[in-house]
């Protein structure tokens, strides 16, 4: 009896862990999302100079958002 109880409980940290690093867990909030991507935006168009890429992406977010 008490073995079935450790292999339960083995069994549900297991889910619990697997859950934490599922992508499917949970969704963030598209402003949350995109607060985490502008800084490396920013440095990639420093240090690349892509300037053309950089309005292109951020107005088809902004597209994406406005639906």
Known sequence: MADTAT???IRARGRKAYAAFDGRSGQR??????AMVL????LLVVVFGGWEA?????SSV???LGR
């Open 7 to 9: 292999r339960t409980m």
């Open 29 to 34: 909030h598209p402003l949350v999302a995109m």
């Open 39 to 42: 800084p490396l935006a920013a």
């Open 54 to 58: 950089v309005v292109t992406q951020a």
């Open 62 to 64: 902004v597209e994406m």
